[in-house]
Structure formats: C-alpha cells, structure tokens
C-alpha cells in the first residue's frame, strides 16, 4: 500500500478540523488545537476501517516512524500554510499527548524533549526565599494561524498571566527585529562588535591600519622626508581610503542584512501565533517573567523560520549560540513594549538560581543589587553551607576549595532587550573595540590632514605679487594672490638689507590682504654706497602637514625689490 493511502486517515481528520472549525463546531483551529480536535474526531467521527488503519500503524515502530517522517516532510508541505519549519514539530508533540500516539514509541522523543532552548523564567513562590523550585522552564512556539483568524496575537497555555505582560514582551521583541532596538542593537555591534570578515581579510584590514597609524606618525614626528614626501602622502591617502571603503562596504552589508532579516521576522509575528507554556499551571502576578517570556519568543521564531536568517550573519551567529548552549540561561526583569528591562526583586532570585546547577547565565536589570559579586557570595554561602550538611552527615571533611571549585553562573545585567543579544551573540570584542577607536581616532587625524594632504599631492599654483604694497619704507610687503597661504614663504636676498624669511598669512589690519611683512634692517658689512633697491624676493614652497611645517621643495616666483616698492604706486 502506498504510503499516501497508508495515512489517508490522518487526511480524512485533518479535513474534518478543518471544515468544523469553519462552521463554528470547534473552538480552537485545526493546527492551534490540534490535539483536542483529534481526541473528538477519533472517539466520535472516526469509522471502524479508519481506527483499524490506525490501529494497524501503532502495531509497528516501523510503521510509526514512517508516519513521523510523512508528517513531517509530506504532510506539512501541503498543509501548514508558509515555510514555518515548527508547525509539524508542534503537531507531533501535541498528538503525542492523547490517544492512541501517547502509547507509540516512535513519538516517545516528541512527548519529553523541550521546545525551548533553555530559557528560564524567575518565578517566586509566595513567600519563598528563592529556591531552585522557583526557575521554571519557559517554551514558545509560533504558528501560522488561518486565513479568516487575525493574526499576531500571543496566548498563555497551562498557566495565567496578564495579557498586557504578554502583549509588552511580544512588541519588544518586533521592537529588536525592525524598530528603535534593532538600531541600538546594531549601533552597539558598529561600535564594539567583531566583524563577519574572513580571518585573512581581518588580518589584511588590521595591518593596514597600523600601517595608516606608522606612515602618519613618520610624516608628523619623523626625520624630514625630502623628495618621498609626495609618494609617501599619496600611500598613505591611497591606503586610508580603501580602508574606509572596505569597513563601509562590510558594515553596510551586514546592517541591510540584518535589517531585512529583522523585517521578516517580524512580519511573521505580526501574522502569526504564539503560544507559551511554563509547568505548574501557576498564576503570575507582576511582570517579572516578561524577560524570559521576550527571549523564548526569540528562541521560537527562529525555530518557525530557520532560513529566514541565513542571510544575515548577525542573527545567525545570535540564534546558533542561543541554540547550542549546553547549559540553562535564567531571566527576570520587567520588559516594556518598547524593549526596555526594568528593576525587580533581585536578591531571591539569585539564590534560586545559585542553587541550581544547570544555570550558566543569569539575565537580569541593570540595578545595583544585581551584580556579579553579589551573586558570587550567595553563591558561596550556598556551596558551604552544603559542604558543611554533607560533612555532618558522612563525617568526611570536604576538600580545600569545594565551594570556589564549584561551577558559578555569570550574571548580565541588561538595560534593553538588545543588550541581551548582544550578550548571548557574543556581538562584543575588546580587540575590535580598541580597532575601531583607533581607526576612528586616526580617521579624525586624516579629515584633518586631508587638505594639507591634497596640496602636497596637487600644489596649488604659484602665486602672483599684487597690490597693495607697504606704505612703510622700514617694512617690506609681498601681497600675494592664493588661496593656501600658509603653503608659501617669502625670501629675501639682497646686498643692501639682511636677508629674511617671511610666512605668508591673512593680514587683517587695513589694507587687508594675504602677504609676507618683512622688516627692513640695513646690511652694515658695505663701506660704499648701496642701492636699496636691488635685490630679489623668492616664493618658496613650504609643504605642510597639520602642526608640521618641512623644507621648502621648491622656488616659483621671483620679483626684484624695485618692482615691489612701486607696485600699487604706478
């Protein structure tokens, strides 16, 4: 028999929800209730040749585990409405709870594995000092709903809470999918995160960068560079500019990634379903849980739609080390819709989570009382308080250490449900930290520098003399047409005065103009008669880099003092 015929039963019921709950009969979907559905169809619609079908399934494990992977890949293509990877998930662990699949080995794995992947919520019992008793294991599930229910609702299963606590924690994790927590999120991964670079390509953009920081601290403290000043400054532009091309090509793919990836995901939650369960069948008051409550939903959204984050390397190195933990994380603080923790009772908390063992990581406010050392004494006032039990009742003194020896869990305390990501992500590194305030400190050297660059790289043209002159016969001025002053220095050579340097510079005082202002002082070396009106004045070139002025390269004007004195005069 082939296999679609083997099973038309389970399509027979699923026709059946469906079709019921369209008319009214049933309260809850085909997929959200599936397991009451089926419990109602099997006891009082199915025919006897259906329940032998079945019957005869359950008989062999083989014939179970056929049905398993049918469901599975068959079925939920054609039946759960878009690529929601955990629907077919959920539906085998509901129907391994009613009969007959409760007594199927094949479904045994379905009906004790967790949804989650270890997220805990703080729960206190009333008047409880905080026991290991009090973590409780928090599970989410997204699932597609109908075309004709509203979507993008969030329900409670086996445990009471105030919708407004559930509500909050949903909108704060679409709030860090697409809204304000994404953009702190990724300006916190800009700012301090590790980049999705291959290693050889972040060991290129390293050295580049102390290559960036060698050649300009050569350029601004080393010895004078002569003739290698121009190669040496168009290195150095050339390299800075493919740094910052490269950083701002790979920081912008990543953040367009992460944010198109973020969309999606929340789109899927505005559309569909969540459901969360806790054991106990307790009634929350306060809420403290919604922490833990925003994390599950994480957890499960990546579970529904695994391929929607494959493009984006910031979300899947988050949801592969959320997933792949080896130990529980425990959560509590108040969540605001817009992602935001606040403050709670703390102190409890920490020692139900010092005593339990599986905990690794604790996330928790950031307020004072929840701190690391004070986690670490509850910690340690537990372990030896326990040692000294077990040596009262064995009469064997325990070893030196046992309490400092025993695992303690790390505390994150977390002003937003991005910093969360960002801890559980491991989007924090203090090498790219410290390369990215020094690339940002060198780049603000280089912004500064890049006009002085430019004209070492293109000089500005030699300028012309011009009027006015000085009004001064003890003052020489050389009024020169530029824009780069300070790129230019006035010689004068001549027999008659002694010889002078002169910085070009914006003069203020009237006329104003940019020009040299040399101060005439008579040679005394001449016993005849000179003429003080021969001489030369020379326009050198005088690079610079920022505070840094080198030898002049080069002379490109020159004016006889004669022509000087009389300019603006004839």
Excluded at 83 to 99: G, H, K, Q, T
Excluded at 122 to 130: H, K, P, Q, R, T
Excluded at 512 to 540: D, H, M, Q, Y
Aim: hydrophobic share 45%; glycine share 6%; charged share 20%.
């Amino acid at each position: 028999m082939g296999t679609a015929l083997r099973f038309v039963w389970f399509w027979t019921f699923w026709h059946w929800s469906k079709e019921s709950f369209r008319a009214e009969m049933l309260l809850r979907g085909p997929l959200n209730g599936v397991a009451g559905n089926w419990d109602e169809w099997f006891h009082h619609e199915a025919c006897a040749e259906e329940q032998a079908a079945i019957a005869e399934v359950g008989g062999s494990e083989r014939a179970q585990r056929d049905f398993v992977q049918w469901l599975l890949h068959t079925w939920a293509t054609e039946a759960v409405p878009g690529d929601n990877s955990e629907a077919p998930v959920f539906v085998l662990r509901e129907l391994a709870r009613v009969a007959p699949f409760d007594r199927w080995s094949a479904l045994l794995d379905f009906r004790t594995r967790p949804a989650s992947a270890g997220i805990c919520a703080i729960v206190l019992a009333e008047e409880s000092a905080g026991k290991s008793t009090d973590l409780r294991r928090v599970d989410a599930v997204v699932l597609p709903v109908e075309p004709s229910v509203i979507g993008g609702t969030i329900a409670a299963d086996d445990f009471q809470v105030e919708m407004a606590d559930l509500n909050a924690s949903r909108q704060a994790v679409v709030t860090v999918l697409s809204g304000s927590g994404l953009a702190r999120l990724l300006a916190r991964w800009v700012a301090l995160g590790p980049r999705a670079y291959s290693r050889w390509l972040a060991v290129i953009l390293n050295i580049g960068w102390f290559a960036v920081a060698g050649l300009l601290a050569y350029l601004l403290f080393g010895p004078e560079p002569g003739s290698w000043l121009p190669p040496l400054s168009a290195t150095l532009v050339a390299l800075w500019i493919t740094l910052m091309f490269v950083s701002a090509v790979g920081l912008g793919t990543q953040i367009r990634a992460a944010w198109q990836t973020g969309k999606k995901l929340a789109a899927h939650l505005e559309q569909d379903e969540i459901r969360m369960t806790m054991p106990g069948q307790l009634a929350l008051k306060g809420g403290s849980a919604g922490f833990a409550f925003s994390l599950s939903v994480l957890s499960a959204i990546h579970r529904a739609y695994p391929h929607a984050a494959k493009r984006s390397w910031l979300w899947q190195r988050f949801f592969a080390r959320l997933d792949s933990s080896n130990r529980s994380r425990a959560a509590t603080g108040v969540i605001t819709p817009d992602g935001r923790v606040r403050p709670v009772l703390i102190e409890p908390k920490l020692r139900a989570c010092a005593e339990q063992n599986d905990v690794g990581e604790i996330f928790a406010p950031k307020q004072r009382d929840a701190s690391q050392r004070k986690l670490d004494q509850i910690h340690t006032t537990l372990r030896t308080a326990e040692a000294a039990r077990n040596q009262s009742s064995s009469g064997v003194a325990p070893s030196p250490g046992y309490a400092a020896e025993s695992h303690r869990p790390r505390i994150h305390r977390c002003q937003h449900l991005a910093d969360a990501i960002a801890k559980i992500g491991a989007l924090s590194s203090p090498w790219q930290a410290g390369m990215n305030a020094a690339a940002l400190a060198l780049s603000g050297v280089m912004l500064a520098a890049l006009p002085d660059l430019g004209c070492i790289l293109l000089p500005p043209p030699p300028p012309a003399a011009v009027a006015p002159s000085s009004p001064s016969p003890y003052f020489l001025w050389v009024s020169l047409d530029t824009k780069r002053p300070d790129f230019f220095q006035v010689v004068l050579e001549s027999q008659a005065w002694v010889n002078r340097r002169a910085d070009v510079a914006p003069r203020n005082s009237t006329p104003a103009s940019v020009r040299a202002e040399i101060r005439l002082v008579r040679a005394t070396r001449f016993n005849e008669k000179p003429n003080f009106e021969e001489g030369t004045v020379w326009i050198e070139r005088r690079p610079r880099l920022l505070l840094r002025e080198y030898a002049p390269t080069e002379r490109v004007g020159r004016y006889s003092l004669r022509y000087l004195f009389r300019l603006g005069y004839e």
